[in-house]
C-alpha cells in the first residue's frame, strides 16, 4: 500500500519568506508526527497530531513554526519568516496509535538562503 | 528534559565482523524503538522493546533491553554491506514523546 508521502522533496526559498510543508500519512493512522533532522542527528521531534489535534506542540521551536491538520489526516508545516538555521530535512511520520511504531516519509529538503 | 545518549558515533568494520551500538537515556523509559536509516534515506522502524530486560532476536540482529529500561544495546552478526547506515535508538518516556539518540553510523568493507 502507499506510505507516507511528504511534498515538496526540496524547497530552497530565502531568508523572510514563508513556506509549507505537506505530508500525507498512511490511511487510517490517527497519529501524525513532525521531526526535522539536521546532518549527523536523529530526528529531533517538533508536534505529534492524534487526529485533528495537537495533542504535544512542545517541540516547535518559536511561534515562527506552526501546523494544522484539519481533516485528521493531511497536515502541513508552517514556517513564518524564515532563518538560515531553518534549514534541515522535515520528516513526517505516520502511526496507527501512540507509541506505535512510525512509518516515516522520505522528507523535505529545506534550504534557507 | 529526557536524553538518549548512543555509543559509538561511527563504526566501520569488515564484511562478517559483528557490530554493537549502545544506547543510554537519562530517564526510564516505557519502551524503546530501533530504526535504521539508509544514507540518503529515512528512518525505518526495525522492533519495538518494552518489557524490562526484553531481548529479541531478527536474523542477525538481537535488541535487548535492560533491566532498569534505560538502556539497550543492537547487535549485529556477521555484518553484511546491506547493513549499512545509521542505526537509532529512540526512547517513549512518560510523555508519550519520541526521543532519538544520534545514531551510529555503520559503514562496511567488503
Known amino acids: 500500500g502507499a506510505g507516507v508521502s511528504q511534498t515538496p522533496s526540496n524547497k530552497v526559498t530565502e531568508k523572510g519568506k514563508y513556506v509549507e510543508l505537506r505530508c500525507d500519512p498512511i490511511?487510517?493512522?490517527?497519529?501524525l508526527y513532525w521531526y526535522r533532522q539536521s546532518l549527523g542527528q536523529g530526528p529531533e521531534f517538533l508536534i505529534y497530531?492524534?487526529?485533528?489535534?495537537?495533542?504535544?506542540d512542545s517541540g516547535l521551536p518559536n511561534d515562527r513554526f506552526f501546523a494544522v491538520r484539519p481533516e485528521g489526516s493531511v497536515s502541513t508545516l508552517k514556517i513564518q519568516r524564515t532563518e538560515r538555521g531553518d534549514s534541515a530535512v522535515y520528516l513526517c511520520?505516520?502511526?496507527?496509535?501512540?507509541?506505535?511504531?512510525?512509518?516515516f516519509g522520505p522528507g523535505t529538503r529545506l534550504t534557507v538562503t | 528534559g529526557q536524553q538518549v545518549m548512543q555509543i559509538p558515533q561511527y563504526q566501520h568494520v569488515q564484511e562478517g565482523e559483528d557490530f554493537t551500538t549502545y544506547c543510554n537515556s537519562s530517564t526510564t523509559l516505557s519502551n524503546i524503538q530501533w530504526y535504521k536509516q539508509r544514507p540518503g534515506g529515512h528512518p525505518v522502524f526495525l522492533i519495538q522493546?518494552?518489557?524490562?530486560?526484553e531481548v529479541k532476536k531478527q536474523k542477525r540482529l538481537t535488541f535487548q533491553f535492560g533491566e532498569a529500561k534505560k538502556n539497550s544495546s543492537l547487535h549485529i552478526t556477521a555484518t553484511q554491506t546491506t547493513d549499512v547506515g545509521t542505526y537509532f535508538c529512540?526512547?517513549?518516556?512518560?510523555?508519550?514523546?519520541?526521543?532519538f539518540g544520534k545514531g551510529t553510523l555503520l559503514t562496511v568493507n567488503p
Open positions: 511520520a505516520s502511526s496507527f496509535a501512540n507509541p506505535y511504531e512510525q512509518y
Open positions: 497530531f492524534q487526529g485533528t489535534g495537537a495533542a504535544d
Open positions: 529512540a526512547g517513549w518516556g512518560s510523555n508519550y514523546k519520541l526521543t
Open positions: 522493546l518494552v518489557k524490562s530486560g
Open positions: 490511511s487510517g493512522h490517527t497519529a
